[in-house]
């Protein structure tokens, strides 16, 4: 198991603070949903977990190790995984070159997103969102990373594409914390038939305004 988190996080872009003391923790295995509108701190709240945005104050704590000081790429290189809503992919480099440089072997990765497999000599910048989202997803995927934090997942997807990537993130053996501004469908209904509950943080302003299970939020 392993657990990440945020303690009393403050974060500031120049002289406007973004996070006001936040703090929540995401275990794993299992899924954390941080939500809010625009400007209410949660993909903050992701790049400060990932180490892409630095702490005016308070700490990030991985497995019970302080790694506030610690910088992106070694928390990368120690499990973490980081997909950005915008950039997440190398759009000179083909679909099958993007997928090459996280694993050789993506067979895994084309079995998750079969639409993929006609698009591989394609270069990535000229895919549709939704499909530049699945193949982040697959790099992500196949990174077997330890922490996965992933920036509105199901963004520019069809809802019955959208309903597979949370399938997928909910299955992974990893702390899986994600950002969007509502409650997606697919764990509503997940929720709803009995499956692994998911963790909600609502955030509004930089500050945590409902903590609990999407259950709870559902009702």
């Known amino acids: 198991m392993t657990t990440v988190s945020l303690r009393q996080a403050r974060v500031r872009y120049g002289p406007l603070e973004a996070l006001h003391g936040v703090t929540l ?27 892409t945005v630095p702490l005016a104050d308070g700490a990030v704590v991985w497995d019970g190790t302080d790694v506030t000081r610690m910088p992106a790429f070694e928390r990368a290189r120690r499990g973490m995984c980081l997909v950005p809503e915008r950039q997440a992919v190398f759009g000179s480099l083909t679909v099958r070159e993007n997928l090459d440089l ?15 497999r006609p698009l591989l000599e394609r270069r990535a910048g000229t895919l549709s ?42 299955a992974l053996e990893a702390c899986v914390v994600v ?37 709870e939020l559902t009702r």
Do not use: C, I, K, W
């Open 25 to 51: 923790a995401a275990p794993g295995p299992g899924l954390t949903v941080l939500l809010g509108r625009n400007g209410s701190g949660r993909t903050t709240a992701l790049r400060a977990l990932a180490g």
């Open 102 to 116: 996280a694993a050789p072997d993506h067979g895994t990765a084309l079995d998750a997103y079969p639409q993929l």
């Open 129 to 170: 969102g939704g499909e530049q989202r699945m193949l982040a997803l697959s790099r992500a995927l196949l990174a077997r990373a330890r922490v996965v934090l992933v920036d509105e997942p199901a963004q520019g997807m069809s809802p019955a594409v959208a309903a597979r990537t949370y399938e997928l993130l909910t």
């Open 179 to 215: 950002a969007e501004q509502r409650l997606p469908p697919a764990l509503r209904e997940r929720t709803a038939r009995g499956g692994r509950v998911a963790l909600v943080y609502e955030l509004r302003r930089g500050a945590v305004v409902f903590a609990g299970e999407a259950g």
